[in-house]
């Protein structure tokens, strides 16, 4: 079995209490999106067209929306449960801690720099020098293809595939699993996650705990356990 070299975590679910950054926004204007999302979850439209359709949205309530606007809607949301301690002893072992998120970068920032994680990537918008929204920034995390940032990470940091465990909480998070890594669903967020990750055969933690994903990691260790003979 390979040494664990690195953990990448998807961000909204897994990391933090919430569902999804983006979902938060809609809660604040109270709009909703659930036909796009499932275009946009069946391969229909881009990343891109699935940030514009939002944008509109929020925009037909709110023709001006500001940066602290949109820092308003993750008012109240948390760190998963055991999402602290989790990092904290990967980064004590020397593991490689990432955040891969197709998530909102001003939201995921937040939380990479609260877990002082060693790199993270997200999605997010485009604001002029007051911080008034011009629309979205051009995709960097593909959510269906979000191995692209993995494999990414692996070369800029010398890591082999079969060193790296990714963990997310939806279908599309699957893609993080490249060649050779090995990938644990976290927090299911919706039934098409559960199926998914049973018909790729990996592990499942239905769980809202993050300390329990460690036995995946460390074959059989209990998180209470961690930090013994280490």
Same mark, same amino acid.
């Given at each position: %079995?390979?040494?664990?070299?690195?953990? #990448?975590?998807?961000?909204?679910? #897994?990391?933090?209490?919430?569902?999804?950054?983006?979902?938060?926004?809609?809660?604040?204007?109270?709009?909703?999106? /659930?036909?796009?999302?499932?275009?946009?979850?069946?391969?229909?439209?881009?990343?891109?067209?699935? %940030?514009? &359709?939002?944008?509109?949205?929020?925009?037909?309530?709110?023709?001006?929306?500001?940066?602290?606007?949109?820092?308003?809607?993750?008012?109240?949301?948390?760190?998963?449960?055991?999402?602290?301690?989790?990092?904290?002893?990967?980064?004590?072992?020397?593991?490689?801690?990432?955040?891969?998120?197709?998530?909102?970068?001003?939201?995921?920032?937040?939380?990479?720099?609260?877990?002082?994680?060693?790199?993270?990537?997200?999605?997010?918008?485009?604001?002029?020098?007051?911080?008034?929204?011009?629309? +979205?920034?051009?995709?960097?995390?593909?959510?269906?293809?979000?191995?692209? %940032?993995?494999?990414? /990470?692996?070369?800029?940091?010398?890591?082999? +595939?079969?060193?790296?465990?990714?963990?997310?909480?939806?279908?599309?998070?699957?893609?993080? %699993?490249?060649?050779?890594?090995?990938?644990?669903?976290?927090?299911?967020?919706?039934?098409?996650?559960? &199926?998914?990750?049973?018909?790729?055969?990996?592990?499942?933690? &239905?769980?809202?705990?993050?300390?329990?994903?460690?036995?995946?990691?460390?074959?059989?260790?209990?998180?209470?356990?961690?930090?013994?003979?280490?």
């Amino acid at each position: %079995m390979s040494k664990v070299r690195a953990v #990448v975590f998807d961000c909204d679910g #897994v990391l933090t209490d919430n569902g999804s950054s983006w979902q938060n926004i809609h809660d604040y204007f109270g709009t909703e999106n /659930l036909v796009m999302l499932e275009k946009f979850l069946n391969g229909e439209i881009t990343d891109d067209e699935f %940030m514009a &359709d939002d944008i509109r949205l929020w925009t037909e309530v709110q023709p001006r929306i500001h940066r602290d606007d949109i820092m308003r809607c993750y008012s109240g949301i948390g760190l998963m449960e055991g999402a602290r301690d989790v990092v904290e002893e990967l980064s004590r072992r020397g593991i490689f801690v990432a955040i891969v998120s197709a998530g909102v970068d001003i939201f995921v920032g937040v939380i990479a720099n609260m877990l002082s994680v060693d790199d993270w990537v997200a999605n997010g918008f485009d604001w002029d020098d007051e911080g008034w929204l011009n629309g +979205p920034s051009p995709t960097r995390v593909y959510s269906h293809d979000k191995g692209v %940032m993995v494999e990414k /990470l692996s070369r800029i940091n010398e890591l082999e +595939p079969e060193s790296i465990f990714s963990v997310g909480d939806s279908s599309t998070d699957l893609s993080m %699993m490249i060649p050779g890594s090995k990938f644990i669903g976290f927090n299911p967020a919706r039934q098409r996650a559960s &199926d998914a990750f049973e018909n790729a055969g990996v592990p499942i933690v &239905d769980s809202k705990d993050l300390r329990d994903i460690w036995s995946h990691i460390f074959d059989g260790e209990l998180f209470s356990q961690s930090g013994e003979g280490n």
